[in-house]
């Protein structure tokens, strides 16, 4: 058995408290993949599932990809309190619920996030150090520019605006905990990895340390 090993073992007794992991960086930037490969490679982390008002595409499932609600649903339990933070794109509304991410902290498992930096920028006021938030940068301009029209989404125009965003947003990298060169996914997976596994062992991430240390500190009196 393996460290790690033995630190996932300590995970499945509750004894860590989970954290949010928010991956942000440049559109084009693999960010998607990048979040998508940690969940697959890593134990008790998951995406978190948010609630929209926009329209299921084809393949979604609700439940799975996103919690499908009216409008009238979703202005509803905003009301109650029942979102962390909410956004609103192009006429529909998305947010997250409250209780299930506190329930998966509260169990020891982590909650990946992909959402904007708007969202980013208001769980770190909710949540504050249970928020860790990573922001990855392509290697080069031109690299990133290959990125974008390589996932052959884009028209010349569509093109133009996600560069111009992609200035922008390079603007807020100080904003985050870390950054790093996504240059490959290989790579970036093992640092993001890396990341989770010392963060996993930060000291308020163990709750059950103080207890231990207290009982650990009575021995030396007796
Ligand atoms: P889509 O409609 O393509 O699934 O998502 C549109 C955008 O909404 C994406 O950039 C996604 O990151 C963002 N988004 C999805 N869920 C949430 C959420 O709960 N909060 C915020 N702030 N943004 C979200």
Redesign the pocket.
């Known amino acids: 058995m393996t460290e790690l090993d033995n630190i996932n073992d300590v995970f499945t007794q509750n004894k860590f408290r989970g954290m949010v992991l928010v991956l942000d960086g440049l559109l084009g930037g693999g960010k998607t993949t990048l979040a998508r490969l940690l969940t697959q490679t890593e134990k008790h982390i998951n995406f978190s599932i948010?609630a929209?008002t926009?329209p299921k595409r084809e393949g979604e499932v609700d439940g799975l990809n996103y919690h499908f609600m009216t409008k009238e649903e979703f202005l509803q339990k905003k009301e109650e309190g029942y979102f962390l933070?909410?956004?609103e794109?192009l006429g529909n509304y998305?947010?997250?619920p409250k209780q299930q991410v506190e329930d998966a902290l509260a169990n020891g498992e982590d909650i990946i996030f992909?959402?904007?930096y708007?969202?980013t920028r208001e769980l770190k006021k909710q949540m504050g150090e249970d928020v860790i938030s990573v922001f990855l940068v392509p290697p080069s301009y031109e690299v990133l520019k290959q990125r974008l029209w390589d996932r052959g989404s884009e028209t010349e125009e569509s093109f133009k605006v996600r560069m111009k965003q992609n200035a922008e947003y390079l603007k807020l990298w100080e904003e985050y905990d870390y950054i790093f060169i996504n240059d490959t996914l290989q790579d970036t997976l093992r640092r993001l990895q890396q990341i989770l596994r010392a963060e996993r062992l930060k000291r308020h991430r163990q709750p059950w340390l103080e207890p231990f240390v207290t009982n650990f500190t009575a021995e030396f009196e007796d």
């Open positions: 948010s929209t926009r933070e909410t956004t794109r998305y947010g997250t992909d959402i904007d708007v969202g």
